[in-house]
């Protein structure tokens, strides 16, 4: 009976020692893959506090955590503290500087060697003081008549103050402007003492992007006057129908004495930290690919506002319909690996 249980133990014995091995292979190589994961570090996005911003670092960061195994985190915030917060490497990525409106702030930070300036993500954007068209064409579909048809130019905005009556000041009229600490509220500002519309308007400074749309909305939606500061790519300008009012052509002149003058075609960058090149090499040569159009960046923005959901939802989004256009940013190894998380 012993003779015949030997090669059962053996067997056992055997089996025994070799899966040991194996789960010992298994951990070390697991170990491994946890070293080479931490290795890499944290990769933290500037989540500027207007829409087209988040929905760009979502796109790059859904890239980079699944084709590229990095983590990603974001920090939200206004342009000026998030760009300080960039050149002191505690943010590593801005998706969306608006160059020409942060200049002073932008040239200070790369003249020190701060920032890597990696290119365009868009420039066919626009920005500037807007009305609906109803005002000045009238709707004929909805029974509104031409309230201001003369009404072109900065030139003609003095006389039309009664037509924007500010319910908190009624001896002026009220412009919708930028939010507080949006580099926008800064120029606009300026622009309205040097255009002497100061005098005539109060400029209402909404809390946040969102407030400034859903008060342009509601007028639109009622056909009442609206008078304020927009800009694209934003859903607006998909939805509705705008007019810009005119402005002396752009000059840096005009530009430096009190931006009296219309905006000029602003470079919307990919800007990193100085020491991205090292930390991540792989997904700065990603970030260099990227770009998009302010007409498709509209168009996602429209989808969010559509149906109700936020900058990571839109990403996937994007994600999933426009394989052509991002699949060409990244290697085809690293676009498979994005399109099994999709």
Same mark, same amino acid.
């Given at each position: ?20 091995? $194996? ?5 070390? @190589? ?6 080479? &994961? ?10 500027? &506090? ?8 979502? $796109? ?30 505690? !943010? ?27 290119? *365009? ?14 005002? !000045? ?8 008549? =031409?309230?201001? =048809? ?38 606009? *500002? ?15 400074? =909404? ?6 749309? *859903? ?17 694209? =790519? ?17 000059? @840096? ?14 470079? $919307? &960058? ?12 792989? $997904? ?42 991002? *699949? ?15």
């Amino acid at each position: 009976m012993l003779r015949n249980k030997l090669p059962l133990l053996v067997l056992i014995t055997a089996l025994f020692f070799t899966l040991a091995g $194996v789960a010992g292979c298994s951990s070390g @190589e697991a170990d491994n893959a946890g070293e080479s &994961n931490s290795a890499k570090e944290t990769i933290v996005f500037a989540d500027y &506090n207007w829409q087209s911003a988040l929905f760009n670092n979502r $796109v790059a960061q859904f890239i980079i955590e699944n084709g590229y195994g990095y983590k990603t985190d974001s920090m939200p915030g206004e342009t000026i503290p998030l760009m300080q917060g960039m050149s002191t490497g505690d !943010i590593d990525v801005s998706m969306e500087i608006w160059v020409q409106n942060a200049q002073e702030a932008y040239d200070k930070w790369m003249g020190e060697g701060k920032y890597i300036d990696l290119g *365009t993500n868009f420039d066919d954007n626009v920005q500037g003081l807007f009305v609906p068209t109803y005002i !000045i064409k009238g709707d004929p579909e909805r029974g509104i008549e =031409p309230m201001a =048809p003369d009404l072109k130019s900065i030139e003609d905005l003095p006389r039309y103050w009664e037509l924007f009556k500010d319910p908190e000041d009624p001896t002026k009229g009220r412009f919708y402007g930028g939010v507080p600490g949006w580099e926008a509220d800064k120029i606009l *500002t300026e622009k309205f003492a040097t255009y002497g519309l100061d005098k005539h308007y109060k400029i209402f400074r =909404p809390g946040s992007g969102t407030a400034l749309a *859903t008060s342009l909305v509601k007028a639109y939606e009622e056909g009442k006057p609206w008078f304020g500061y927009y800009w694209a =790519p934003t859903w607006v300008f998909g939805a509705l129908d705008l007019t810009q009012i005119e402005e002396p052509a752009y000059s @840096e002149k005009l530009w430096k004495d009190g931006y009296g003058c219309a905006f000029p075609s602003v470079d $919307v &960058n990919i800007v990193v930290y100085k020491d991205m090149p090292e930390k991540a090499p792989e $997904v700065v040569e990603f970030l260099k690919n990227y770009s998009l159009k302010s007409a498709l960046i509209s168009e996602a923005l429209a989808y969010m506002r559509e149906n109700k959901v936020d900058a990571d939802e839109a990403a996937i989004w994007f994600l999933r319909e426009k394989t052509d256009i991002w *699949t060409k940013w990244v290697p085809d190894d690293v676009a498979e690996k994005v399109k099994q998380k999709l």
